[in-house]
């Protein structure tokens, strides 16, 4: 498998060792190419696109890519977020999800009961849906909840004991949507639940490998 790490639009890079050199070399050990990529063109010779966290819009011809790939390809592409809508960034994810059915909401996720690090926004849960081989629990820090439309499919949400800014129980924080040309487009609330601090705590490096593997 062929990953690419997009570094075209302004997104947290893979080649920051001291954030992502875990998933890099996890990956490695696994068979898998992952590579950083500035070329947006580029990106759709791999096989899994991931765009994490990205600052910079999308183009319109950039958009109408992605859109003609998932609909016509057989790719997995994922987004990543942040809570609270820092940088934008929900914004700029929405402007390509949303024509499917995800919105990333400008808000957090806390979970008061079942945290880490003395911080109730570094939440942890066990509401796994998809990609749970060999996964019992996670850790998803700082992320937005995520609104869903009919025909979406939730990957991961947050406790019972979770609550959304506005109030919403057992947030969702990881969906998908699939396509009839094989591709997958998942979007992600949080954008560190894969970095250095978390992939290997709870069953983080196991939930990350399914997601990109494809191990449902």
């Not at 609270?84 to 400008?106: E, S």
């Not at 406790?159 to 129980?169: C, L, N, Q, Y």
Request: hydrophobic share 40%.
């Amino acid at each position: 498998m062929k990953v690419a790490w997009s570094a075209t639009h302004q997104e947290f890079l893979l080649s920051d060792g001291y954030y992502f050199s875990g998933l890099y070399k996890e990956l490695t050990k696994r068979g898998v190419l992952i590579e950083e990529v500035d070329d947006f063109d580029r990106l759709f010779e791999y096989d899994v696109i991931i765009f994490n966290y990205p600052e910079n819009p999308f183009s319109v011809e950039e958009k109408k890519r992605i859109q003609k790939v998932l609909n016509e390809e057989k790719k997995k592409i994922i987004f990543t977020a942040h809570f609270r809508g820092k940088d934008g960034v929900f914004d700029v994810c929405n402007a390509i999800t949303q024509d499917f059915g995800i919105t990333v909401l400008p808000e957090g996720v806390k979970d008061e009961c079942c945290h880490l690090e003395d911080d109730s926004l570094i939440i942890t849960t066990d509401n796994i849906k998809k990609y749970a081989s060999n996964v019992k629990e996670v850790v998803f820090p700082y992320s937005a909840p995520l609104s869903l439309s009919d025909g979406v499919e939730v990957i991961l949400k947050g406790r019972d004991t979770a609550v959304s800014d506005s109030g919403e129980k057992a947030p969702i924080l990881i969906a998908q949507k699939s396509f009839e040309s094989g591709s997958k487009l998942i979007v992600c609330g949080g954008c560190i639940f894969w970095d250095n601090f978390s992939l290997f705590r709870l069953d983080n490096l196991q939930f990350v490998v399914n997601l990109i593997l494809g191990n449902e």
